[in-house]
């Protein structure tokens, strides 16, 4: 099955704690996305990447960091500067097709903090 | 930056009745598309107009676009207790390469 998955579920953090999200697809896609939903809100763009090894910014970008060392990977890590991290986030990727392509997204990761 | 918002923010009908949620945006755009949210999931994508289209049917969906008002609306016809969910409009963020920007989303709620 082709598709995009997340992990963990649900995540809890204490307080001073770097904790890192996972994010894989196994749909050869060369961009990736990471947002972040909070209660009643929309998405709002974390980091990107448009290709391996290159990554950049998004809207609300600190406080988190993000690699892209395999094309299939792009785990997202929240620091202790990010101050509050509560919040469900999700992963997507998209195809070369230009712009005119969906996004498929992950299942989501719940992160508490204690 | 957000560059789409929904209208209206809930949406409560019975089941058979249609729904109808309107989204806007600020800038110019090549495409709008739309996705749905079950609670605690993730996004699966609906249907996607192109800005040179007016009108777009997909199954009991249909969605149109007005470039000249930067509006679309998205119609559920004859809706389902398993329509119920969110619905959020997306649209290019010009800045961020092939990123989307989300408004803050519909929320459908269909009894039977």
């Known amino acids: 099955d082709g598709g995009i998955t997340q992990s963990p579920k649900y995540l809890f953090r204490k307080e001073g704690q770097n904790v890192t999200l996972s994010c894989e697809q196994n749909?050869?896609?060369?961009?990736m996305y990471w947002y972040r939903q909070d209660p009643g809100q929309g998405l709002r763009l974390i980091y990107y990447?448009?290709?391996?090894?290159?990554?950049q910014k998004g809207d609300i970008a600190e406080g988190y960091s993000v690699s892209r060392e395999k094309k299939e990977s792009f785990p997202l890590t929240v620091t202790s500067a990010q101050k509050n991290p509560t919040a469900f986030y999700l992963c997507?990727?998209?195809?070369?097709?230009?712009?005119?392509?969906?996004?498929?997204f992950g299942p989501g990761t719940r992160l508490t903090v204690l | 930056s957000q560059q789409g918002e929904e209208d209206p923010q809930a949406l409560s009908i019975q089941e058979g009745e249609n729904a109808t949620m309107n989204c806007s945006y600020k800038?110019?755009?090549?495409?709008l598309q739309w996705y749905r949210q079950n609670s605690g999931r993730g996004l699966v994508h609906l249907i996607l107009i192109r800005s040179n289209e007016r009108e777009k049917h997909s199954g009991r969906l249909r969605v149109t676009l007005d470039t000249s008002k930067k509006s679309s609306s998205l119609l559920i016809t004859a809706s389902r207790a398993a329509d119920t969910a969110s619905y959020f409009c997306a649209t290019p963020a010009h800045q961020a390469g092939t990123a989307l920007i989300f408004g803050k989303g519909t929320t459908l709620s269909v009894s039977s």
């Open positions: 997507a990727s998209k195809g070369t097709s230009g712009a005119l392509s969906e996004q498929f």
């Open positions: 990447s448009q290709i391996v090894n290159d990554f």
């Open positions: 749909l050869n896609h060369d961009a």
């Open positions: 800038t110019s755009i090549n495409n």
